[in-house]
């Protein structure tokens, strides 16, 4: 079963900030926080992980709590080609074994 | 540098019937896992090949096999298929295990069993 939890679906307006929340309460000291999303009839694109530290790459910024109990996924300047269930899947350091719940379906409205 | 890919893109079969669907992975990557996704449900876990070996499996039934071949690419079988078999099964390559490497996935192969 899944470790996160996540809200099943958000809407945001297309050039503001999406934030996507995720609990996981019972992560361990090596599991690694990651995100994934899934366009519609496509594969999942994998967006960013992160340890305990606050991760910003290209696509996302990903915000993990001081007790790493729950994460915040930010799209900062949301499209309307970030239409996509969004995953928050934890994992074991190395395991690569990624465990899907049902994530978030974000709607980015016009 | 080539991304993941997948073939067939669609299937249709009977159920009773075996399937192999095939897998080439990223280039540079040595890990395949594969997932089953049913409509409206997040992906499965099914199992990992990494360097041609079976490391680490879902609960999945024996009938759900693999193999991976010298060049990293995978085979995924499934026999006596059954009507819940029909799903999108999506492959996925990687660094491999060890590490806290990204997956990439292909476009997925739509199976439909009837």
């Known amino acids: 079963d899944a470790k996160t939890t996540q809200p099943p679906s958000m809407d945001c307006a297309e050039g503001r900030a999406a934030n996507l929340p995720c609990n996981h309460s019972t992560i361990s000291g090596n599991e690694y926080v990651y995100w994934y999303r899934q366009i519609h009839s496509q594969g999942p694109q994998y967006i960013i992980h992160g340890l305990k530290n606050n991760e910003t790459n290209e696509m996302a910024s990903l915000i993990i709590t001081e007790d790493r109990k729950s994460s915040t996924l930010i799209l900062p300047h949301a499209t309307l080609r970030d239409t996509a269930v969004y995953y928050c899947?934890?994992?074991?350091?190395?395991?690569?074994?990624?465990?899907f719940g049902q994530g978030t379906r974000l709607t980015i409205n016009p | 540098e080539t991304g993941v890919t997948q073939s067939p893109t669609h299937l249709i079969k009977t159920r009773g019937q075996q399937v192999t669907l095939r897998c080439s992975s990223q280039s540079g990557h040595n890990t395949v896992s594969w997932y089953q996704q049913a409509l409206g449900q997040g992906p499965q876990f099914i199992f990992q090949?990494?360097?041609?070996?079976?490391?680490g499996r879902g609960n999945f039934p024996p009938r759900f096999s693999g193999l991976q071949f010298p060049n990293y690419s995978s085979e995924l079988n499934v026999n006596a298929l059954e009507l819940d078999d029909s799903a999108l099964y999506l492959c996925?390559?990687?660094?491999?295990?060890?590490?806290?490497?990204?997956?990439?996935f292909g476009p997925g192969t739509r199976l439909t069993v009837t």
């Open positions: 090949y990494y360097r041609e070996e079976e490391n």
């Open positions: 996925a390559s990687s660094l491999g295990p060890g590490g806290s490497y990204e997956q990439y």
């Open positions: 899947i934890v994992e074991i350091q190395g395991a690569q074994k990624l465990v």
